[in-house]
């Protein structure tokens, strides 16, 4: 088995891009592979931001021989009538290179049976990796020169090598060889690569990290160290250790520091700055953040100094301006931005922010009392959850929206639940984070949410498998979590109904919204449940009670009741369609019909369902009994209608938990 080695070489590549082109490298040569018949035992994907490499590790030598089935034309049109091959049967062997022996009839046709040979990998490589390269794909390809072909930056080197042997390759005029290149400040810049098992070693002797896991782990380790040190715990994101990451080859961690005087404003403020803008990791003790950070240094030497001095000379600019801003606006309470809404458009069509503004009090005001909680804090929060958004931070910093409301709210003096639900109502940010806590962040949350699904839905511009406009994918997933979460007896298709008549534009698109609803409640819940009972529970509309849905799904997942599953399908085969009439006891003529009859009636709808499932189980040999004694399409009518109607109230009862017939046992 032999290991090969693809490293292609470039300018600084962005880092959104390294993590797609990991995954296309690693699924193209995949594909390539698996397409020509190749066997290998694994593939390995490295990346920095000067490199893509490819390891493929268990490759045979060569591909397999294949015998190919070749089928040519009709025996009619093959041979003519003296059985001899016509020109149309001469030409089909002479142009798969055959003699008139190697050809048979079969199923009417002219076939052939040949042999192919398979080709050396190491030529099969050669011939298709130029265009796996070139066909990946990703934002802001470029050209230069005056090459025709696009890549994400341009290609300086590459490196093909199969074991001790190169393959030689040939990608936008740059031909390949077996030296790699180093880190641009190290001492060694050039190596040459012997074997693929060395790729590694040799790119760390002239100090890159080429595994970006290693890189990573290399960053956790030095950050802790460096935080030990000051006695701090270092905080980051993993977004922001991700793009970390591909951001450097060769990772040192240096401590830097800014002025005390900068902790004055809010936190989010100051670790956004350091996170968001500058790509530093925040460094906290007893809680609280300090004034110092690290900044991890695509770095090698043991210089510092100018390093530490160029990144307070920006961060003191940016928090400079944050201190600005903060004291501009805190000059007047955070009511005072309300009025300023008016000036800023939600959605075209859909009014301004103020406009949306009053639709969540109202809305908000509905589900308050829905609930049983209403109260001033609810309408207050309601009232001042988009204030911020007239704010200059805000304006600077858009991603804290809600944070610095929440911030001028407690500077403004208002009650301790407005502030914190003014934060909270944007919650959950992403599908990871945290849900709303307060009830006020809960209910404004929901209503501002619904209110952007609907205005979506209602522009024409719902979700499709490439966008997702404001955001609605994640605002009903968050609904969705934040009512199951806290047990809120909330019916979803009537806050649908009651946001859609609140907007400006009318239009009928209340069952697109709640189908757009119950996906993504099945997606939510697919990783903890099997698809199929998540769809057979929809049996009873899921969106009235979203807590009662998931009540059910838990029950049903237990079930372990083979029998009740095929006497419920049982019902389901039979009754084709629902049949409503009164049940005639006088219609009865066998004991099996009135003792099913009875233990039906016996059952009622419990919200625990594994009681009311225990129960459901507990009719399966009154069902039995009725089928092997009863033929329920009676020829006479009545009898029938009646039977009919007995299993129609059956079926029911079954799908109060769910649809059986849909569950794949």
């Not at 009025?339 to 301004?352: A, I, V, Y």
Request: net charge negative; glycine share 4%; aromatic share 8%.
């Amino acid at each position: 088995m032999s290991k090969y080695l693809l490293e292609i070489g470039c300018e600084e590549l962005p880092y959104k891009f390294i993590a797609q082109a990991i995954s296309q490298l690693k699924a193209g040569f995949s594909k390539l592979l698996t397409e020509n018949n190749i066997n290998y035992s694994d593939i390995e994907v490295y990346a920095t931001p000067r490199r893509l490499a490819v390891i493929v590790s268990g490759l045979s030598e060569k591909q397999d021989d294949a015998i190919k089935i070749l089928r040519g034309p009709i025996k009619n049109v093959a041979y003519d009538e003296n059985g001899n091959l016509t020109k149309a049967g001469e030409g089909f062997l002479k142009k798969n290179g055959l003699n008139p022996q190697d050809a048979y009839l079969e199923d009417n046709y002219l076939h052939a049976k040949i042999e192919v040979k398979g080709k050396e990998t190491a030529k099969v490589l050669q011939e298709n990796i130029p265009s796996l390269i070139l066909k990946m794909q990703g934002s802001h390809f470029m050209r230069w020169d005056n090459f025709d072909e696009k890549f994400q930056r341009p290609i300086r080197w590459i490196v093909s090598i199969m074991d001790n042997n190169d393959v030689p390759l040939e990608i936008i005029n740059v031909k390949s060889g077996r030296v790699s290149r180093g880190h641009r400040f190290a001492n060694l810049n050039f190596g040459e690569i012997p074997h693929p098992d060395k790729y590694k070693e040799v790119l760390r002797e002239m100090n890159v990290i080429v595994d970006q896991n290693e890189r990573k782990a290399e960053i956790i380790r030095q950050s802790k160290a460096e935080a030990d040190k000051i006695g701090a715990v270092v905080r980051y994101s993993d977004d922001l250790l991700e793009e970390v990451t591909q951001l450097c080859e060769w990772p040192v961690a240096v401590t830097c520091e800014f002025d005390e005087k900068f902790l004055t404003i809010p936190e989010e403020v100051t670790v956004t700055v350091m996170a968001v803008h500058q790509r530093y990791f925040a460094l906290y003790k007893d809680g609280k953040l300090t004034n110092k950070f690290i900044t991890i240094t695509n770095y090698v030497g043991d210089e510092f100094e100018n390093i530490k001095a160029g990144n307070l000379r920006v961060i003191k600019a940016r928090l400079d301006d944050a201190v600005f801003f903060f004291n501009e606006d805190t000059k007047k309470p955070l009511s005072d931005y309300v009025e300023g809404l008016k000036g800023m458009t939600f959605q075209k069509g859909m009014g301004s922010i103020y406009e949306k503004t009053q639709r969540i009090v109202e809305l908000s005001s509905i589900i308050a009392k829905e609930l049983g909680k209403e109260s001033e804090t609810i309408t207050r929060t309601a009232q001042l959850c988009k204030a911020d958004l007239c704010t200059s931070l805000v304006f600077e910093f858009t991603e804290l929206q809600g944070y610095i409301g929440s911030d001028y709210a407690r500077i403004s003096g208002e009650p301790q639940a407005v502030v914190d639900g003014i934060k909270e109502h944007y919650f959950p940010l992403n599908a990871d984070s945290e849900l709303a806590k307060s009830i006020e962040g809960q209910i404004v949350g929901i209503a501002d949410k619904m209110d952007t699904i609907c205005a979506v839905f209602t522009d024409g511009k719902k979700p499709t498998g490439s966008s997702d406009p404001l955001g609605v994918r994640r605002a009903a997933l968050g609904i969705i979590k934040t009512i199951i979460a806290n047990s809120l007896k909330l019916d979803i298709n009537k806050l649908i109904e009651k946001s859609l008549e609140l907007l400006p534009v009318k239009k009928d698109c209340i069952h697109d919204i709640q189908e757009f609803f119950t996906q993504r409640l099945i997606i939510f819940l697919n990783d903890e449940y099997k698809k199929d009972i998540l769809e057979a529970c929809l049996s009873k509309n899921p969106l009235a009670d979203l807590s009662d849905y998931v009540a059910r799904v838990k029950a049903v997942s237990m079930m372990k009741y083979p029998d009740l599953l095929e006497s419920a399908n049982r019902v389901t085969r039979i009754l084709k369609e629902p049949v409503h009439a009164e049940i005639n006891r006088e219609l009865f003529k066998h004991a099996s019909e009135s003792m099913l009859f009875d233990y039906m009636n016996q059952i009622t709808v419990n919200s625990e369902y594994k009681y009311y499932l225990n129960d459901l189980n507990a009719l399966v040999p009154a069902i039995n009994q009725f089928f092997d004694n009863v033929l329920v399409l009676d020829e006479d009518v009545e009898v029938k209608t009646n039977r009919l109607a007995l299993l129609t109230i059956l079926k029911e009862k079954f799908e109060q938990l769910c649809d059986f017939s849909k569950i794949q046992y």
